[in-house]
C-alpha cells in the first residue's frame, strides 16, 4: 500500500492522487477472487481506507482548497468504486462458469421410463368406438344384452322355426336344460338384443347393438367367439330406400372413402323379409383394399325389412310399424380397414400383435378429429 | 346347387348369353358361385388322324406315329397306346396344350432320339373317363382338324349357386328356368307331363304302418312296378349332365332317380322288385335294425327314423338312402319306382345323426312340392320305357297327398310401403303370374287382390315376402338410396348409458396407465373357472368346442394369466395386459356383469417396464396394480373418500398381499393383490403375479344431478400448513387406520393426511415400525397462533394413540 491514511500529514498535491489511483486499479485488477478484491474496497474505501482517510482530511482545509482538492478526491473514488464493481461481476461471472464447466451430463442415456406409452386400445375396442360414434351421428343409441340367452330371444321371437339348422348343436352353443328342460344358448348373433329393445321401448326406435356372439365353429377365418354389430331402425315409414342411403353414409364414414358402391341381392334370414346381402365395391392391391373402385365385389353385410313375424312376436303391429335391420362383424370391419390379415390373432393376446395394431389411449375417435388416427 | 346351361335350356327358351343368365342369377337371388366350362380347357385339343405309326426304333413299346391335324403337312408324334394303329381318328394336343388330368404343358420334345411334336391323348389325361389303357377311339365320321369339345358335346358350361334355405324350388332346374324367365330372360316352357297308362295288371300294395299321431312323417308313400326291363347305361345325353354336375352315371334305372332330383327337385327311389320280400313298408325303424346302404356302409338305426322295409327288415332310409340288396343293376328286370313325402325335420335329424348327405335328404330336408309327387312318379316311368322298355303297372299309394292352398290378400301398395320404390301394378302382377302366383281379383278393386301360392313356394308366408319376390325380380338397383333425417321424432337422443360411458372410460384409463388390452374367450376351462370362484353346471356348456373352453369364465384373470404366460413364453415376460368384458355368475341376465382387470408380470411396473439405469431392476408389484385400481376408479369418477381398502381378497390371490376394494361390507367392488402360488398352479403360469379386478356394475352409480354446473370453488386466503409426526406403532397396525385418525383430529382444519415413510430396524423396538405422516392444516378465516398448531398436534396425537395405539417416536 503507498499510502497508509492516518500517516498523511500534509495535503496531498494532484500529482499524489493519480499515483494513488494507478495503484488501486491495478490492485483491483490484480484481485484473482472476491476475498482478494474485498480487500482492496476495505483499504480504499473502507472507513479508515486510503480515499475515506483523504476525504476525510477535507474538513481541515480552506474553502478555495476544499473546492479543488474535494472535487479531485471524489473523482477518484468514483473511479475506484467503478472498477470495483466491474472486477466484482468479471469475478461472478468467471466463478459462475467454471462452475457450470463442471456440472455436465450425459444427454444420451435414456429418459427416466415412462410407463404410460407402451398402452394401447385393441382394435374391436377401437371399431366398436368409431360405430359408436358414426352411429350416434344419425340418431342411434346403443342397445346391449347378455351373452348367455334364452332359445325364445336367440332364435323363436326372431321367427327360427323350430328345427331351423341354426339350431342344431353343430352351430350353436348350448348349456344343460334346466329342470323344465329349457336349455340357454351363447347367443348366436346380437339379434335378440332388437327383441329385447323392442320388447322395452315404444317406436320410434333406431339402436345399434354391438356385442360378443358364439358359433360352434373353429378354422382360419372362423373363431367360435366373435363380434358384431346390428342395426335396427322402427318406426311408421322407414323402408329399403333408407336402409340403403344409411348404410351407404355408414360405410362412407367408417371407410373414410368418399364414395362407396354397393350392390344388394336377395338372400334369405328368418328375421327379415324382404331380406338382401350386400355386396362393396373394391380393389385390391398388395393387401391393401380399397372403396368406391375396382371390379371386385365383397360381400359385407345382410339386411332387410324386420319380419312381420318378429313384428307381432315383439309386441308391434306390423300393420302399423315397419323398420329395418342389418348385421356385420366387427372384427371383419377392423380387418377390412386396418389390414389384420387372420382373424384368429385378435383373441391370443400376442402383445407383439397388440401394440402393431391397436391403438394408443388419446387416439379416440371423433367425427370432429377423423375417425381414424 | 348345380346345373349346365343346355339343360336350362330344356326348360327356358332364350338367347341370352352365359354371362346374361349368370349375372340375372345373382341380381335375383340365386347367387352365382361358380362358372366351369369344360370346353375352355380342352380348347387347344382337335380331332386327328393317325396316317402311319411304326415301331420306335429305340423302343419296343412306342410308336412313331405321323398325324392328319388338318394343319399343313403331318406331325410325328412318339405314342405309347397300344392302340395307336393307322386310320384310327383321335384326339391330339400340340405343344403348348395344357393336360387337364395333369395340368402338364406340353413341349416338342426328342423321345429316345425321335423328335414328337405332341400328343395323343387318352380319356383319362382329357379328364373325361377313368380310360387310360389306350388313346380315345373316335368315330370314322369325326372330322379331322375340328376342336375335340364342341364336337364332342362338351361345350355345355356348368354353373353352380348358392342355393338359399328358403328357395327349395330352386332344387330343380325348372324352378331355375321359372325365376330365369320371370326376370325376362326369355320364355318358360312348363313342360307338360302326360300321364302313362298301365299295361301290366298286377297285384301289390304300398303300405304305411306309423301310430295315428305320425302320420306326418309320412304323409304319403306311392310306389309303381314296371316289368320287364332291360337296365342298362342311360343315354348319352344324361350320363353328360349327370357328369358335368359331378354324379357318377350308373345305370339307366339309377340315373333317372338322379335326374329329375335335379331336373324336377323331386327325388324318387327304385328297389329290384325281384329283390323285395313281401310288400313295401314305411315304419319307423326298430332298434337294433340296421341297414347296408347303397354307399357300402351299415347303419345302426333308431326308432326316431322312417325305413322302408320288406319282410326281412330296412331295405331304404326313408328320403335319405337305399339299401344295397335291393338296389338295382344290370340284372334288374323288374322295377318298383317310390315317390314318397317325408317329415323334414326327421329327414334332416335322422342324416345329421348318421352322417349322411345325400341328394335326396338335401331336398326332403328343404321340404318338397308335394303336388308334384305323382307327375314326378309319371315322369319316371316315362323315362324308364322310354329307356329301358317294359310294361307299367298303375300307381299305388297310401296315405295322402297333402293339398296346400294359401292365400294372401296383398296390396299393390305394399311394395312401395316397405321398398320405397313406386313399380306400375302391371309390372308386379306380371312378375307374380310368372313366378307361379294366381291372382284373383275382386270386382272394383283392382289395387287389391287375393294371390293364391303355388305348392312349390311353402316359403312364401304373407305380404311382406310377395314384395320380396316382386323386388327380387325388379332389381334391387331399383330402389333408390333415400335420406333419413337424423333426428326422428320421439327416439330418444344418443347417448351412451353410465356402464356403456364407464366400459369406454375404463378401456382409455387403463391403456393411458400403460396397459395393453387383451380380448380373451369368454369360455375358459373347467378347472380353471374353479380355481377363480367358478365353474357352476349352469355355466358349463353341453356342447364346448374344445375341453379347455367348456366354462364361462367367473374373471377376466384367467385369461390373462393364460395370455401373459404365451408371452413370457415367447420371450416377452415383462408384459402388462388388461381386459374390459363380461364375466359370469350366473346365466340370468342381472348375473352377466362387465369387469375391468389387469395384471401386471416381471418388470412391468407403471412407471415402465423392464430394468433402467436410473431404478436397476423391480419387478412389478402389489403397489402397482394398486395404482392402477385407483387410476381406474379416479378416471370413472368414483369418489374414492367412501372407498375402504380392507386386508385380505378372494382365495384365489395371496392372504396377506391382497385388498378388496369396497364401500362397505355389503358393497364390494373388487381387489388387487399378488395371485395365490395354487392359483398360478391351477393356470401353469410362473409367478409373481399382480392383478386387480373391479365389477363395472357393482360400482355404485352416483345420482345425477339435476344441474351442470359445478359447485363454487373456494379458494382461501390464508396459506395451508404442514406438520409431521412420526408414530411408533404395533407392526399390525395398518398405515391407513393412522391416516384416520389424523384426519379425525380436526375435520374443519385437517384437509390432508399422507404417509411418507416407514420404518422398522435399528432404534424402533421389536415388533414395532415407525410411520411418519404429513398433516395439512387449511386456517379459514384467521392465522393460526403457535398454542392453535400445538392444540391440533395434542389432538392427533391423542387420535392416533387412542385408535391405533400409537406412541410419537422419540
Not at chain 2, 11 to 17: G, N
Not at chain 2, 419 to 442: M, N, R
Not at chain 2, 723 to 739: I, M, T
Amino acid at each position: 500500500m503507498l499510502y497508509d491514511g492516518g500517516a498523511i500529514g500534509i495535503l496531498p498535491i494532484m500529482a499524489d492522487l493519480e499515483d494513488l489511483k494507478t495503484a488501486l486499479l491495478s490492485d483491483i485488477a490484480a484481485a484473482a477472487d472476491e476475498s482478494a478484491l474485498e480487500a482492496v474496497r476495505v483499504a480504499s474505501l473502507g472507513k479508515k481506507g486510503s480515499i475515506s482517510t483523504l476525504l476525510s482530511g477535507l474538513g481541515k482545509m480552506s474553502p478555495d482548497e476544499r473546492k479543488t482538492e474535494g472535487a479531485a478526491i471524489n473523482t477518484l473514488k468514483e473511479a475506484v468504486a467503478a472498477a470495483l464493481s466491474a472486477r466484482r461481476g468479471v469475478l461472478k461471472d468467471a466463478a459462475l462458469e467454471a462452475r457450470l464447466a463442471n456440472e455436465t451430463l450425459d444427454v444420451t442415456l435414456p429418459v427416466r421410463p415412462h410407463g404410460a406409452a407402451a398402452g394401447r386400445i385393441h382394435p374391436i375396442s377401437q371399431v366398436m368406438d368409431e360405430l359408436a360414434e358414426i352411429f350416434a351421428d344419425m340418431g342411434f343409441s346403443i342397445a346391449e344384452g347378455p351373452d348367455i340367452e334364452t332359445d325364445d330371444y336367440n332364435f323363436t321371437k326372431l321367427n327360427f322355426p323350430p328345427d331351423h339348422p341354426a339350431r342344431d348343436m353343430h352351430d350353436t352353443f348350448f348349456f344343460h336344460p334346466d329342470k323344465q328342460g329349457r336349455r340357454k344358448v351363447l347367443r348366436t348373433h346380437t339379434s335378440p338384443v332388437q327383441v329385447r329393445t323392442m320388447l322395452a321401448q315404444k317406436p320410434p326406435i333406431r339402436v345399434i347393438c354391438p356385442g360378443r356372439t358364439y358359433r360352434c365353429d373353429s378354422d382360419q377365418t372362423h373363431t367360435p367367439m366373435f363380434h358384431q354389430v346390428e342395426g335396427l331402425v322402427i318406426d311408421r315409414s322407414s323402408n329399403l330406400g333408407h336402409l340403403k342411403w344409411i348404410l351407404e353414409e355408414f360405410l362412407k364414414a367408417f371407410f373414410e372413402t368418399p364414395t362407396v358402391n354397393l350392390r344388394f341381392r336377395p338372400s334369405y334370414f328368418p328375421f327379415t323379409e324382404p331380406s338382401m346381402e350386400v355386396d362393396v365395391q373394391c380393389s385390391r392391391k398388395d393387401g391393401e383394399i380399397r372403396f368406391g373402385e375396382g371390379s371386385d365385389w365383397l360381400e359385407i353385410l345382410g339386411c332387410g325389412m324386420v319380419h312381420s313375424n318378429v313384428l307381432r312376436n315383439c309386441g308391434l303391429d306390423p300393420e302399423i310399424y315397419q323398420g329395418f335391420a342389418w348385421g356385420i362383424g366387427i372384427d371383419r370391419l377392423a380387418m377390412l380397414k386396418y389390414g389384420m390379415p387372420d382373424l384368429r390373432a385378435f383373441f391370443e393376446a400376442d402383445v407383439r400383435w397388440l401394440k402393431h395394431y391397436g391403438f394408443r389411449p388419446l387416439d379416440f375417435p371423433s367425427l370432429a378429429s377423423g375417425l381414424s388416427p | 346347387m348345380k346345373f349346365t346351361l343346355s339343360w336350362l335350356k330344356d326348360h327356358l327358351e332364350t338367347d341370352a348369353s352365359l354371362t346374361e343368365i349368370v349375372d340375372a342369377l345373382t341380381r335375383i337371388g340365386l347367387e352365382v358361385e361358380h362358372v366351369e366350362d369344360p370346353a375352355a380347357a380342352l380348347h387347344d385339343f382337335k380331332i386327328a388322324r393317325i396316317v402311319e405309326a411304326k415301331p420306335h426304333p429305340n423302343a419296343d413299346r412306342l410308336q412313331v406315329c405321323l398325324v392328319e391335324t388338318g394343319g399343313e403337312g403331318l406331325v410325328q408324334v412318339v405314342c405309347g397306346a397300344p392302340n395307336a394303329r393307322a386310320g384310327l381318328k383321335t384326339v391330339f394336343a400340340p405343344p403348348g396344350a395344357v393336360i387337364p388330368a395333369k395340368q402338364i404343358t406340353l413341349s416338342k420334345g426328342v423321345i429316345r432320339g425321335v423328335e414328337s411334336n405332341g400328343m395323343l391323348c387318352s380319356g383319362a389325361e382329357l379328364g373325361l373317363s377313368g380310360d387310360h389303357d389306350g388313346i380315345l377311339e373316335l368315330p370314322e365320321a369325326a372330322p379331322v382338324g375340328l376342336q375335340f369339345a364342341p364336337w364332342a358335346g362338351l361345350a355345355d358350361p356348368v354353373i353352380e349357386f348358392n342355393l338359399l334355405p328358403n328357395r327349395p324350388d330352386a332344387m330343380g332346374v325348372e324352378g331355375v328356368a321359372r325365376d330365369l324367365a320371370a326376370a325376362g330372360l326369355g320364355r318358360f316352357k312348363g313342360r307338360k307331363i302326360t300321364p302313362v297308362p298301365a299295361s301290366l295288371s298286377v297285384a301289390f300294395a304300398a303300405r304305411i304302418d306309423l301310430a295315428a299321431g305320425d302320420s306326418h312323417l309320412a304323409p304319403a308313400f306311392a310306389l309303381r312296378l314296371i316289368r320287364g326291363v332291360r337296365n342298362g347305361e342311360s343315354p348319352d345325353w344324361l350320363r353328360k349332365r349327370l357328369t358335368a354336375i359331378g354324379l357318377r352315371p350308373i345305370n339307366a334305372l339309377v340315373d333317372i332317380t338322379n335326374y329329375l332330383s335335379f331336373d324336377r327337385a323331386r327325388p324318387l327311389h327304385v328297389f329290384d322288385a325281384a329283390k323285395v320280400k313281401g310288400d313295401l313298408v314305411v315304419r319307423r325303424a326298430r332298434a337294433g335294425e340296421s341297414l347296408n346302404a347303397l354307399d357300402g356302409r351299415v347303419y345302426a338305426l333308431d326308432e326316431e327314423m322312417i325305413v322302408i322295409a320288406d319282410d326281412r327288415g330296412p331295405q331304404s332310409l326313408a328320403g335319405i338312402m337305399g339299401g344295397a340288396d335291393t338296389g338295382c343293376d344290370e340284372a334288374t328286370t323288374e322295377v318298383l319306382i317310390e315317390a314318397a313325402l317325408w317329415h323334414p325335420a326327421n329327414i334332416a335329424r335322422t342324416g345329421r345323426r348318421l352322417g349322411i348327405n345325400s341328394d335326396a335328404r338335401y331336398r326332403f330336408e328343404r321340404s318338397v312340392d308335394p303336388a308334384f309327387l305323382l307327375p314326378g312318379l309319371e315322369l319316371a316311368t316315362a323315362l324308364t320305357l322310354e329307356f329301358c322298355g317294359g310294361a307299367a303297372s298303375d300307381i299305388a299309394l297310401a296315405g295322402k297327398i297333402p293339398e296346400r292352398d294359401h292365400r294372401i290378400v296383398f296390396f299393390q301398395g305394399e311394395v312401395t310401403r316397405l321398398t320405397g320404390l313406386d313399380l306400375p301394378p302391371s309390372e308386379i302382377t306380371g312378375i307374380l303370374e310368372h313366378l307361379g302366383f294366381e291372382l284373383v281379383y275382386s270386382p272394383g278393386n283392382s289395387d287389391r287382390f287375393v294371390v293364391k301360392v303355388p305348392s312349390f313356394r311353402p316359403d312364401i308366408e304373407g305380404p311382406a315376402d310377395l314384395v320380396e319376390e316382386v323386388i327380387r325380380i325388379a332389381g334391387l338397383d331399383r330402389v333408390a338410396s333415400r335420406p333419413f333425417a337424423r333426428e326422428s321424432a320421439g327416439a330418444p337422443a344418443p347417448k351412451l348409458t353410465p356402464l356403456q360411458r364407464r366400459v369406454r372410460t375404463a378401456k382409455r384409463a387403463l391403456a393411458a396407465a400403460g396397459l395393453v388390452e387383451a380380448v380373451t374367450w369368454s369360455f375358459i376351462s373347467h378347472a380353471r373357472a374353479e380355481a377363480f370362484g367358478g365353474g357352476a353346471a349352469e355355466l358349463s356348456l353341453a356342447n364346448p368346442i374344445a375341453a379347455e373352453l367348456s366354462d364361462m369364465r367367473p374373471s377376466l384373470l384367467p385369461g390373462l394369466i393364460a395370455s401373459a404366460q404365451r408371452n413370457a413364453d415367447r420371450g416377452h415376460g415383462d408384459v402388462a395386459l388388461f381386459e374390459v368384458g363380461q364375466i359370469f355368475f350366473g346365466e340370468e341376465e342381472g348375473d352377466q356383469k362387465i369387469a375391468a382387470a389387469a395384471l401386471r408380470q416381471g418388470l412391468a411396473k407403471t412407471s415402465g417396464a423392464g430394468r433402467n439405469w436410473l431404478t436397476g431392476a423391480q419387478p412389478a408389484d402389489v403397489f402397482d396394480v394398486k395404482a392402477d385400481a385407483l387410476a381406474l376408479l379416479t378416471a370413472l369418477g368414483v369418489p374414492t373418500s367412501g372407498l375402504q381398502i380392507v386386508p385380505g381378497g378372494p382365495d384365489w390371490l395371496h392372504p396377506g398381499r391382497s385388498a378388496t376394494l369396497q364401500f362397505g361390507p355389503k358393497t364390494k367392488i373388487g381387489y388387487f393383490g399378488e395371485i395365490h402360488p395354487r392359483a398360478l398352479a391351477a393356470m401353469g403360469a410362473d409367478g409373481p403375479l399382480v392383478c386387480f379386478e373391479v365389477v363395472l356394475n357393482d360400482i355404485p352409480v352416483t345420482k345425477s344431478k339435476p344441474t351442470k354446473t359445478k359447485p363454487r370453488l373456494e379458494l382461501f386466503e390464508l396459506m395451508p400448513l404442514q406438520r409431521d409426526f412420526a408414530f411408533v406403532v404395533d407392526r399390525s397396525v395398518l398405515a391407513g387406520e393412522l391416516v384416520k385418525a389424523a384426519l379425525a383430529a380436526d375435520k374443519a382444519l385437517i384437509v390432508k393426511a399422507e404417509v411418507f415413510d416407514v420404518y422398522e430396524g435399528p432404534g424402533v423396538a421389536e415388533g414395532k415400525k415407525s410411520v411418519a405422516i404429513s398433516v395439512t392444516l387449511q386456517p379459514r378465516d384467521r392465522t393460526l397462533t403457535e398454542s392453535d398448531i400445538d392444540a391440533v398436534a395434542a389432538k392427533i396425537v391423542a387420535e392416533a394413540s387412542q385408535r391405533a395405539g400409537a406412541s410419537l417416536r422419540g
